[in-house]
């Protein structure tokens, strides 16, 4: 595996790709990979010629300076999952180097109601998010650009920023890899304790809680109040939302009749670490199924 560390070495692998006609399948991360990060590098490996991943904990899209000094590093280990998978190379560039004038020139994207809503609350989160993916579209130019379900709200974020500005390349959405309890696979899971990843369950419990509860013909307000019940029953969490909204615009559906497909998303903390979770849900024959 190639290991990028400056942006001439990047152009130099890119360009050597460019001769035999490789597509670049580009996998974005902050690190401290886990089996989350690498189904999508193996989804890369699969549809493309050259799997590409980043890792750069990004500081523009930290709304809390303490979450971004504690953020998990792992590198040598992530090197060595990569190596492992068989990933082509991996591209870890500093702040200089994505940020020359310096990290407080950001942009201000406008995402309307996407970015109004759940992890938009994060100020300045998602401008962040989108103007370092805009600065690595534009520095590696992939073919397919992979996200990951976990972070939905992003994806179509994502989505809509490569509509908007044009940029060529394909975006994918991988399904959320999961422990067998039901905890969605986190960089920041490495922060829990064993008790509090006990804990940490009752998110994905609570999603499914939503579902169970339309399926019995409950309102979304009364489906989302079940969930909540079941996050209320351990002290440790503190829940920060517990939403049904619509699959595309995330805008919130408070009343029946429901689409077929809707996204519920969460967010809580379990002791200092906030988790955020979702589920798709589809209506089939009366009852909601998760389909993703
Ligand atoms: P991060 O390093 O947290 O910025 O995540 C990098 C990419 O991995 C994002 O597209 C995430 O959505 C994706 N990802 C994170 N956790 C998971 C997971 N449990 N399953 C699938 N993809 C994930």
Redesign the pocket.
């Known amino acids: 595996m190639e290991i990028l560390e400056s942006l001439p070495a990047l152009r130099a692998f890119l360009n050597g790709r460019q001769t035999m006609s490789h597509k670049v399948g580009f996998?974005?991360?902050?690190?401290?990979l886990?089996?989350?990060?690498l189904?999508?590098v193996q989804r890369a490996i699969e549809e493309t010629d050259c799997c590409l991943v980043s890792i750069y904990v990004n500081p523009t899209q930290f709304n809390d300076a303490e979450d971004l000094k504690k953020y998990p590093s792992t590198l040598a280990e992530d090197l060595e999952l990569l190596v492992q998978v068989g990933c082509a190379a991996v591209f870890l560039p500093d702040t200089p180097t994505m940020y020359p004038e310096g990290a407080q020139h950001t942009i201000k994207f406008g995402f309307g109601t996407l970015a109004d809503t759940m992890e938009g609350n994060r100020k300045a989160h998602f401008s962040g998010v989108a103007l370092v993916l805009s600065k690595l579209f534009n520095m590696i130019k992939p073919e397919v650009a992979?996200?990951?379900?976990?972070?939905y709200q992003?994806?179509l974020i994502v989505r809509r920023l490569v509509n908007v500005l044009c940029f060529d390349v394909k975006v994918r959405c991988?399904?959320?890899?999961?422990l067998p309890g039901g905890l969605?696979?986190?960089?920041r899971n490495k922060r829990l304790s064993e008790e509090e990843k006990t804990d940490a369950q009752q998110l994905y419990a609570a999603l499914k809680k939503v579902g169970e509860a339309l399926s019995e013909g409950n309102t979304p307000t009364e489906a989302e109040a079940a969930g909540r019940q079941i996050l209320n029953k351990t002290p440790n969490i503190k829940t920060e939302y517990l939403q049904i909204a619509h699959t595309d615009t995330l805008e919130r559906l408070e009343k029946l009749p429901l689409p077929d497909k809707i996204f519920v998303g969460i967010a809580a903390k379990i002791g200092k670490v906030r988790l955020i979770d979702n589920v798709l849900l589809n209506k089939k024959n009366d009852q909601w199924v998760t389909y993703k």
Do not use: E, I, W
């Not at 886990?34 to 990060?37: C, D, V």
């Open positions: 996998v974005p991360t902050m690190g401290a886990h089996a989350g990060h189904s999508l992979y996200f990951g379900q976990k972070d992003q994806y991988c399904p959320t890899v999961r969605a696979l986190s960089s």
